[in-house]
């Protein structure tokens, strides 16, 4: 089934280049070349991911961001000239899914893709748990649904597979290359901000008291764990 990615950027170079790669690679490409449009593109299409710059011409990319994270779980990838590590930790705690910095090759940028990709289509393998309950938290992995005191929580695709993977190891300590190998990559196997500031989402997501965790709990140095019961 072809997936449909929706590019928003600016420069015209960066935009064929895109068009060209991803559509070889079967992919249905919209477009859009500024923070306005790429808001009403989205929204009139509902595209399978978003590449997103953020420097665009009329409002800043992490606030289109931080627009369509309102509503909208869909999977983006951050994409900028921007290489400072605050930019990469606040797109991430807007709920970028993964970030890549100018200038990038195909191969890397479309693995990142099926990578996110991938989290979207996951299914339930015969080792991963059907349930789990803990407190007031629940999760069905066979409707992919995450429910706190039967309250829905809309998590994107990262944030549910990062919790999955810890779930299905709940008692265990999970480190954090392991984390980071199982959820984005290999390649991840080193980057902790992404790691933590996705930890910290699902914290703010599931958790009473985000600062006193007791579903996803830190071990100093080593990793995080959830609780069997």
Known sequence: ???????????????????TTLELSGYTILQAENGMQAIEVYEANRPDLIILDLGLPDIDGLDVLKHIRTY????????????????????????????????????ELEA?????LRRVEW?????????????????????RRVTVSDEEIHLTPTEYDLLRVLVNHAGEVMLHANLLTQVWGEEY?????ILRVNISRLRQKL??????????VTVPGVGY???SE
């Open 72 to 107: 909208s779980t869909v999977p983006v990838v951050i994409l900028t000239a921007r290489d400072g590590e605050a930019d990469k930790v606040r797109g991430l705690e807007l709920g970028a899914d993964d970030y890549l910095t100018k200038p990038f090759g195909a191969a």
């Open 123 to 143: 299914s339930p393998q015969p080792d991963d748990l059907s349930t789990f309950s803990l407190h007031n938290l629940h999760i069905d992995f066979k409707r």
């Open 112 to 116: 990142r893709i099926q990578a996110v």
């Open 207 to 216: 958790e009473a008291d985000h600062r006193k965790p007791v579903f996803i």
């Open 189 to 193: 196997k080193n980057d902790l901000a």
């Open 225 to 227: 764990s959830v609780p």
């Open 1 to 19: 089934m072809s997936r449909t990615i929706l590019i928003v950027d600016d420069e015209p170079k960066i935009i064929r280049f895109l068009n």
